[in-house]
Each structure stands twice: as structure tokens, then as C-alpha cells.
């Protein structure tokens, strides 16, 4: 376009700025706008209006930012103010930018809900909390379910606080700890908090803080020690921005740090701007031998682009200013006035829309909207590109935003990250502290019953088999949970309680997993079976009550079987002993005779003489499979029997002791006690035991001398007891479903995860078994097998079987007979 000509027909429109210019953020911001001007009207030389910027310095303080605008307003009669640029000066200038009607501009003050409250401030740049569910998305994709929130105390540092712990509920992760910072905290009171940071198990960090405050902070979290392997930083943006501003020493000092900004495209007009910038700021600013740009730069430039084609639009419309009405009580000390323009003004710049350094310019609810958020890896002298987050796709490794692809929050889309101690590991997101302190384990005390735990036994060698097969080293010690005197410190509810209180850090022992305590605390994978059993004496019988009892196996298959052998018998003489040739026509022998004294003297010895015809092995062969079949099911089933009236209990419904109002047990300490309240138990029945030996003596004088008829027992406490009185007692149950034993945690520990698998792996392998054989070997003179309850088998397949032979053989033996019989006696003759 041309040059306009008449220079009386340009418009002049006095436009403020307001900097920190002794920060790198304006004064590069600023070089930048003016760069702006320049190129813009180099383009738009027909244009009849001309931007005048007036820049007035802060000098990082509200009230000098509010001095500032007071005469820019008063003096100048500018009619857009770019900046300022902290929110916290935002907040004064916005309501004076509202009185006088004119367009307040940031690129830098990224203070979310100001623009929702005052309708003439402008938001060129990106809202911190739309930044929120990118950092909230690296968090997901790598399962740390718990953050540790770092922030100074400012209004820039706070008002992101609310929109982070938003986004973190939404993925289900809890900031266990939000450690807030005074900007005018001294270095031991940074140190301070940093050492009780350092106490802390979560080890991943959501760092908001201005570039100023966040580089001290990050030089002294690399002299304590926090930036090694183990431990998360991620930054958001308002740091990440300024990144390759900052010293070397600074940015050494973030080595593995994982950020968060807005994408700006690469492209050759946004290469070949900064080149230039580059070369004229170092011409006139002679003291920097190196000058990075940053994204305030490259927004501040397409702000002025846009604030430039909005004038355009408004230009003819002369510039006038009313003056500004004060109530009675107010003080005039500006000579404020209200423009005629900064309506108009403000209506077209949202309506502007081009393509700028930084991208697409399209403004939305008065801010810029990011296409997409860079995730960066800060390496060597910045930040390296390891992907991408969008809020249609989420994670990715490279930006495509036409694609169709399924929202991701996996990290495999992320490229190789390095973390802080230049690990290549990803860290789990806590880490034990390694300052000499080991985590205090509770265990409880108990006067019985040692095969389980009092600081040894079962439950302790199933945790130190499982911690032990951790993939690091956590150390560790046992604290029993007793008294001065040696004797227990309360209940196992009270034990849980003190993880809850946090006075141990875990807690190992028979601790039976329950809804109630859930409610507290975290429990890992159970690792023994659960319920509780109802433990009942032996039901006594008299001598002789069992003198008839072998008759008890004898049912219908058994005599259907004898009948089968009978008529086996019969048939098997009948073809050795050629019935038909030696007795035909005489009816006086005495074939029962025959056939008894077959059965007692040939049968027998069969196997010594061979049987000739084949119908006859064939019986035989059955003859031998009933014989055993019969005698096998016989014994089996007397056995049985046996065993049964053997374990037969005395009570075998929990309601019967209820009725009758007896006495039961409960071993002392334990949840059991709530639960036989819980289903209508009389507390005044419940007595208490600490070992079996108590145990056994309660059940022994029953509940009409002072003991108890019952006693509810969890397992393997049951088989611990049984193993000793296997003669006397016998189990019944389970009356109630629990999930076994499970070692107790705080809530959302991240040792529950790794604990529960380590707890896998033992049980599913020998270990637990030669643990049991080790600490649970039953008393010699209990044999498991004496009691065994052995099931009956079924002969009735044999008798079948029998059944179908015998049949086939009498109707061959029936043909053979008949046609012995009417056959002719010289054909018999011959045949001799």
C-alpha cells in the first residue's frame, strides 16, 4: 500500500504502556511493540491513522503503575493503555481504565476472572487457568495420584491455586500439601520449608511462581538436594515463559524439569522477526552480549498489530474526551475524562482476527484462546519439546489438529524425558526421606497366640518377605504398641487409629481388613483367608451307640451288587461244568449245593486253574471287579460315617446361643467383639481370652460353670488352636465374611500399590507356604487325615456294566442250553 500524503489527515491516536522495564520481560516487550509500529505502517502506509505509544515504567510496584496511568490519563488523554504488567497492578488500573471508557490491553498480566468482571479489559495472551488441565494431564499420565502445590504468596500466586485443585479432582489426584511462600520470606525461611518438603513422602511439585521469586527458589532447592533423582518439578507457564531469559546458574539449577506454555507455530516471518529483534536490541542495548526472546515479546507485537487495525477502523470518528463526572466526596487530583472513542475502540479490537507472530489472533470472551499448550523438558540451556496437550486430543506426540484421534492421557506419547539427577527412570511420585528417619511400624502386643506376630512371626515375615522384594529400600522399624509396663496399649482398633493420628506409618500384624477401619486408613492386599468361625466342642456318644453301625453302608446297590455276583457265580460253574451234558433230564441234584460249594472252593482259586471258555473268563473278570468295587465301597462308606459322628458338633447355629442365653468367647482386642454386638449378642454373655490355653479352658466348663458353650474365632487363629485340640473342638462356619489379614497404611500412601503387589507375589509362590509349615506345624498327636471327611464312592457304573454282561451271558448260555437239549441222540453219538 501507499504512503499516505497528506500528513494533516493523519490521525493521531496516543496510546499508553505501562512496563516493569527494568525486568527482561519489558524491556524486551517493549522494543518489541515498537518493532510493531514500525513494520505495521511500513505495510499500512495508506492507513490514516497512526499509533503514538507512550511508555511509562513501573518499576515492578502498584502504586508507581498507579501513578502511571493517572498521568497518562490526565496528561496524555491516551486512548488504550497497554499493560501493566503483573496482575497485581492490573487489578488497580482495570477500574480506573473502566471510569475514563478506555481499552486496558495485557499481553503479560495473565490474571484470571478480571476480564469476566471488568468488560474494557483485554486479554492479548492465554488465561493462566487454561494452562491448568495441560499440567493437571502430565500428573494423570504418569498415575502420580498425589502433588505437592508450591506458590508464592502473591495475587499472582494464589489466584491460579483454585483453578489447579479443580483440575486435579477432576483426574482424581489430591494435593497433599499446598506450601505457600511470602515474597519477602528471608533464605532460612525458604530453606525451612524446603527441609519440611523434604520430610514428605510426595515427590512431585506444582511449582507457580514470577520469574524473579522462582529462579532464588530453584537455586536453593539445588543446594538442599531436592533436584535428584526421584523427585517431579513442573512449572507452569508464567516460568516456563521466561525460561531462556533467566542466568545459566538458574537454569542449571532446573536441570530435568518438566514445563508447561501456550504453542507458538514455528515459522520463517516469526524467525526472521526475531533475528531482527535480536540484532537491533543489542545495537541499542550494548551491555547485553545475549538476547533471547520470549512469547510476552512475541504477544506484545500482535497486540499492537491488532490495536492498530482497531484505530483504523474508529479512526474518523475524531478523538474526544468528556470531562469525568466525581461524587461530592471524591477528589479530583487528575483532571480525568471520559473518552468519546474508547467504546468504539474497544468494540472493533474484538472484533479483530488475523494471523500474527504468535498464531491465529481470535479473541474470546476477551481473551486469546491457545490452540494447544507445548510441554517441555528443560535441558542443557532450555526447554526441549517432549509433546503437546489439547483439550480435543489431549496428549500427543506431535501437533496435528485436524486429526480425528481419540483423547490420550497415556505417557507413552510423550518423547524421552530426563528427570531431575539425570535419570531416564520415571519417578513414582513419592520417595522415602532419606535424612536418617526410618518409618515407625506398629505391631501389636499380644499375651497368646505368638505363631502370628509380636514384633516376629507369620505376619512379620510375610512383610519383610514383601518389602523386601520392593525394587528399592525402604528402612523400617518395628514399634510394639504397648505400655510402660510391657502390656497392650489399647484394641486393634486403636492400633489402626494411630496411623489415622499419624503417630506410626504403618501397621503390621493380624489386622483384619474391615469396612469401619477403611474409613481411616489404607490396607494393601489381604494375605491370608478371611471369616470368622464359630469354634464348639465335639458332640460326646455313648459306647454302644454305635455297635450297629456297620450295617449302615448296606442300601440297594449293595444288594443289588450281591445279586449280581450270585448269578456271576451261577453262570461261570454252569459253563465249566457242562450242565447240560452231565444233568440233563435228572432233577434230583442240588444245583444251590453246587453253586456254595463253587463260591467257597473253585472261585477263589481261579486265578490257579485257568477258565476255559471265554464267557467264563469274561465272568470272572466281573467276578473280581464287584468283589473289589463291594469291598471298597463298604469300607468307604463306614468311614465316612465314622468320621462324620466323630466331628459332629454341639451347636451348629449361632441363633441357638443367642435362644438360650449362653455364654460365648471372643479373643480379646478384636473386632469380633463389635461384631457379636452387632447381631444381637448380650455384651453381658461375652467373655474374653488372650491365649488358647484361656480359650480351651473357657469351652471346657461350658456356659453353665463359667465358661462358654462357643467361642468366634478368625482364621488362621482357628487352625492355630484346632492344631492343639484337634480331639475336642470342631469348627463351624463361617459365620461371617471378612477379607483377611492386610497390612494398614495412611490414606493414599503410595506404598499401598507396590506393598499389595509384593503381597501377590509372596502368596502366589512357595514362600508363604514354607512360611505356614514353619510357624503353624500341627501337634503330633492331631493327624489331619484321622478326621478327614472321606466321601463314598459309587459302584453303580460297575453294577451296570455286570448287569449288562451277566444278561448277555445268560441269553448265550440259555441258546447253548436249548439246543443241547432237543438235539438228537445219534447226532450225539456221532459227535462222540
Known sequence: MKPAQDNDAIIHINVGVILDLETWVGKVSNSCMYMAI???????????????????????????????????????????????????????????????????????????????RIPYFIQTTPDDHTQVKAIASVAQAFSWRKVILIHEDTDYGNRLVPHLIDAFQEINVHISYRSVISTFATDDQIFEELQKLEMMQTSVFIVHMSASFGSSFFLKTKQIGMMSEGYVWIITNGLMNVLESLESTVINSMQGVIGVEPYIPKSQKLDNFITRWKRKFIEENTNTENAEMIDFGIWAYDTIWALAMAAERVGYLKSSFNKLEMDLNAIDLLGMNVSQTGPKLLEEILKIRFEGLSGKFNLVNRQLEPSAF??????????????????????SRDLNLSSERAYSTS???????????????????????????????????????????????YCIDVFQSAISSLPYTIPYEFVPFQRDDGKSAGSYNDLVYQVYLQKYDAVVGDITITANRSLYVDFAFP?????????????????????????????????????????????????????????????????????????????????????????????????????????????????????????????????????????????KGTFVIDLLKRVSFDESKLKPYN?????????????????????????????????????????????????????????????????????????????LLDMERAWFTPNTTCKEDKWAIVTSTDPSSIIQIAICIVVLSLLITSSMFASNLFESPSHRMASK
Open 38 to 116: 514500525s513494520d505495521f505502517y511500513a505495510i499500512h502506509g495508506d492507513y490514516k491513522t497512526r499509533l503514538v505509544l507512550h511508555s511509562r515504567d513501573s518499576k515492578s510496584d502498584i502504586v508507581g503503575a498507579v501513578f502511571a496511568v493517572m498521568d497518562l490519563l490526565g496528561t496524555t488523554q491516551v486512548e488504550a493503555i497497554i499493560g501493566p504488567q503483573k496482575s497485581s497492578q492490573t487489578e488497580f488500573i482495570v477500574d480506573l481504565g473502566e471510569k475514563a471508557r478506555i481499552p486496558i490491553v495485557s499481553f503479560s498480566a495473565t490474571t484470571p476472572s478480571i476480564y469476566s
Open 374 to 395: 507445548q510441554i517441555l523438558n528443560v535441558i542443557g540451556k532450555g526447554g526441549r519439546e517432549i509433546g503437546f496437550w489439547t483439550p480435543k486430543h489431549g496428549i
Open 411 to 457: 505417557a507413552d506419547q510423550f518423547r524421552s524425558i530426563v528427570w531431575p539427577g539425570e535419570s531416564t527412570t520415571k519417578p513414582k511420585g513419592w520417595v522415602i526421606p532419606m535424612n536418617g528417619k526410618k518409618l515407625r511400624i506398629g505391631v501389636p502386643v499380644q499375651d497368646g497366640f505368638s505363631e502370628l506376630v509380636n514384633v516376629s512371626g
Open 527 to 667: 494375605y491370608t483367608d478371611g471369616g470368622v468361625w464359630m469354634i464348639v466342642p465335639r458332640k460326646q456318644h455313648e459306647e454302644n451307640s454305635n455297635a450297629w453301625i456297620f450295617l449302615h453302608p448296606l442300601s440297594k446297590e449293595f444288594g443289588l451288587s450281591m445279586g449280581t455276583f450270585i448269578v456271576t457265580t451261577f453262570l461261570v460253574w454252569f459253563l465249566e461244568q457242562g450242565l447240560v451234558n452231565e444233568y440233563r433230564g435228572s432233577l434230583s441234584y442240588d444245583p444251590i449245593k453246587k453253586i456254595l460249594d463253587l463260591t467257597s472252593e473253585k472261585i477263589p482259586l481261579a486265578y490257579r486253574k485257568m477258565t476255559s471258555s471265554i464267557l467264563s473268563k469274561l465272568m470272572v473278570i466281573i467276578w473280581f471287579f464287584l468283589v473289589i468295587g463291594l469291598t471298597l465301597n463298604y469300607v468307604v462308606t463306614l468311614t465316612s460315617l465314622l468320621t462324620l459322628e466323630q466331628n459332629e458338633p454341639t451347636i451348629t447355629d449361632p441363633n441357638d446361643l443367642i435362644k438360650n442365653g449362653d455364654f460365648v468367647g471372643y479373643r
Open 691 to 767: 491365649s488358647p490355653e484361656e480359650c480351651h479352658e473357657l469351652l471346657s466348663k461350658g456356659s453353665q460353670n463359667g465358661g462358654v458353650a462357643a467361642v468366634f474365632e478368625e482364621m488362621p487363629y482357628v487352625d492355630i488352636f484346632l492344631a492343639k485340640y484337634c480331639f475336642k473342638y470342631v469348627k463351624v462356619g463361617p459365620t461371617h465374611k471378612t477379607d483377611g489379614f492386610g497390612f494398614v497404611f495412611p490414606k493414599g500412601s503410595p506404598l499401598v500399590s507396590d506393598m499389595s503387589k509384593a503381597v501377590l507375589e509372596v502368596t502366589e509362590g512357595n514362600k
